[in-house]
């Protein structure tokens, strides 16, 4: 594609540029892994071209798309201390606009040999910049259940944060930290990172703590609550072990119907803020 500036008077639109979505809280088990693969999924189901990339040395996104661990010959560690380039570490996945990053077995020691390089926290955000224009619609980043460099390599390189949070009491604490940091973050290294919003998951309704801590939570983070919640549902536990996103596994379950919902609320969320 052209990059003369005139091509765009000459009828060409600019090559579009991705949104980045951080899917981040440091504390593990709240929905994160679920929520980045089911939203990559269902967006990419609205036909949206999506890049989910496995910033967890866990792989469990990865998994969840179908590249289990061991088989993974190239993915994220490549493109942050491999000097590989992103065209070349993305791959395929059973839906046709949802490709991935997938994490390889070396993204465990990512997090230590990150410490020794230069400018070590925006690492992820060269590696995007290198590969620009991005084609993509939505670039989803799962992140691991830590602050660590891997994480603020995440915030840095992202254009928002989407929190997955349950309706705990320690929830509550893990939400204040990640708040602290996505301060710290905007401050010093990426005045541009926004709060995409925050999805509560495996929610329970019925529960009168659960109802307290999402009226808590509401109570200072109002509008970036998301309207869609989670709910408890098996068939998102099961999918992942059978390497599919939920509606490819069983589109009728209510966790598919949910994660289809949240992505239509964040995409009409993208385009009220993008009407003038
Ligand atoms: P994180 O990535 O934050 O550690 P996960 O997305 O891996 O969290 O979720 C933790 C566990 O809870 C996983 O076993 C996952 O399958 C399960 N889980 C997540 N969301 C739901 C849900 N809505 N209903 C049932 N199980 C869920
Ligand atoms: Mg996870």
């Known amino acids: 594609m052209s990059k003369d500036p005139a091509a765009k008077t ?4 600019p090559a579009p540029s991705a949104r980045i979505i951080a899917i981040s809280n440091q504390k593990g088990g709240e929905g994160k892994t679920t929520t980045a693969v089911n939203l990559a999924a269902s967006l990419a189901a609205y036909e949206k071209k999506v890049l989910l990339i496995d910033l967890d040395p866990q792989g469990n996104a990865s998994s969840a798309v179908g590249y289990s661990r061991g088989e993974i010959k190239i993915g994220t560690y490549e493109l942050l ?10 791959q395929p996945t059973e839906l046709p606009t949802l490709q991935v990053v997938p994490a390889s077995e070396d993204l465990a020691g990512a997090e230590i040999e990150l410490v020794s390089v ?33 994480t603020l390599n995440a915030l840095v390189a992202a254009d928002s944060v989407l929190i997955p949070m349950q309706a705990k009491y320690f929830s509550l604490e893990g939400l204040g930290a990640l708040t602290g940091t996505i301060g710290m973050v905007r401050d010093s290294l990426n005045a541009r990172l926004a709060v995409e919003g925050i999805v509560f998951c495996m929610l329970d309704k019925r529960t009168n703590l659960s109802q307290q801590v999402v009226a808590e939570v509401k109570q200072h983070f109002a509008e970036h609550v998301f309207e869609t919640v989670i709910p408890p549902n098996v068939r998102l536990s099961e999918s992942p072990s059978h390497g599919k996103p939920v509606l490819l596994y069983d589109i009728e379950s209510k966790g598919a119907k949910a994660y289809l919902e949240l992505a239509q609320e964040l995409l009409s969320r993208a385009e009220a803020r993008s009407r003038p």
């Open 81 to 90: 201390l491999g000097g590989v380039e992103l065209k070349d570490v993305v």
């Open 10 to 13: 000459a009828g060409q639109r």
């Open 118 to 150: 230069l400018s070590r926290e925006s690492v992820l955000a060269r590696a995007f910049k290198k590969a620009a224009p991005l084609t993509w619609d939505y670039v989803i980043l799962d992140c691991p259940p830590s602050l660590g460099l891997l």
